[in-house]
């Protein structure tokens, strides 16, 4: 029986998201979660005609969309406790 190798490569680009998404600033973050929100309801739609695919990528542009909002969260935080 043959085994399969699981793919290394997911941890790495999931922190260099998050990385880059951290130097960002709040301006930048919200125009970014407004991007991916209008992506995500391409894709909705796209789903609904039948036309999309990869049915996965919905579920990768929601969790973006929820990264970029915690990190665009705990960034107003850190304003809000330095005030």
Same mark, same amino acid.
């Given at each position: 029986?043959?085994?399969?190798?699981?793919?290394?490569?997911?941890?790495?680009?999931?922190?260099?998201?998050?990385?880059?998404?951290?130097?960002?600033?709040?301006?930048?973050?919200?125009?970014? =979660?407004?991007? &991916?929100?209008?992506?995500?309801?391409?894709?909705?739609?796209?789903?609904?005609?039948?036309? &999309?695919?990869?049915?996965?990528?919905?579920?990768?542009?929601?969790?973006? =969309?929820?990264?970029?909002?915690? =990190?665009?969260?705990?960034?107003?935080?850190?304003?809000?406790?330095?005030?």
């Amino acid at each position: 029986m043959a085994t399969r190798k699981k793919k290394e490569t997911a941890a790495p680009s999931k922190v260099t998201r998050a990385a880059t998404r951290r130097t960002k600033d709040v301006a930048g973050l919200q125009a970014e =979660i407004k991007d &991916l929100q209008k992506a995500h309801f391409g894709l909705r739609m796209q789903k609904a005609t039948q036309q &999309l695919s990869n049915t996965s990528t919905l579920r990768v542009t929601r969790r973006d =969309i929820a990264r970029a909002k915690t =990190i665009l969260a705990q960034k107003q935080q850190e304003t809000q406790a330095a005030k």
